[in-house]
């Protein structure tokens, strides 16, 4: 199989006191090599899909990344570990999710392991996007 899959919890942060956990998953497919998916709520009734680059996650689990409707960032509390923040959507309709950030970068490395960071376009199918613009 050549996709990499992980579920997790994440906590929304409907307001800074009220802290929602929530279900969420991360996946990867070698047939979008440049492309993260991100389901939020993904159990619930009415999940949310957010798709972005998988280099845009790799930064953001080091540093501040993104400056469009997905920015990412990491924390260190010191208490509970490391997290990463996801915020998705614009100024004023944003979602602020925190989640674990040891089980993404495990995630992550199993991507690479997949497709290696560079070795992008060797996966993509261009006939086929071709024929798609077409």
Request: hydrophobic share 45%; proline share 5%.
């Amino acid at each position: 199989m050549r996709k990499a899959h992980l579920a997790s919890t994440a906590t929304y942060w409907v307001a800074k006191r009220f802290p929602v956990i929530i279900s969420c998953e991360f996946s990867y497919d070698v047939r979008d090599p440049y492309a993260v998916t991100l389901i939020l709520d993904s159990e619930g009734e009415h999940p949310v899909r957010w798709v972005f680059s998988r280099e845009l996650l790799a930064d953001g689990l080091t540093g501040g990344a993104g400056e469009g409707d997905v920015t990412v960032w990491p924390e260190n509390d010191g208490a509970d570990g490391c997290f990463l923040w996801v915020e998705v959507g614009r100024d004023p309709h944003t979602a602020l999710f925190e989640i674990p950030a040891d089980a993404i970068t495990a995630w992550l490395l199993e991507t690479y392991h997949l497709v290696p960071e560079g070795q992008e376009a060797a996966e993509v199918t261009w006939d086929e996007l071709t024929h798609l613009i077409e």
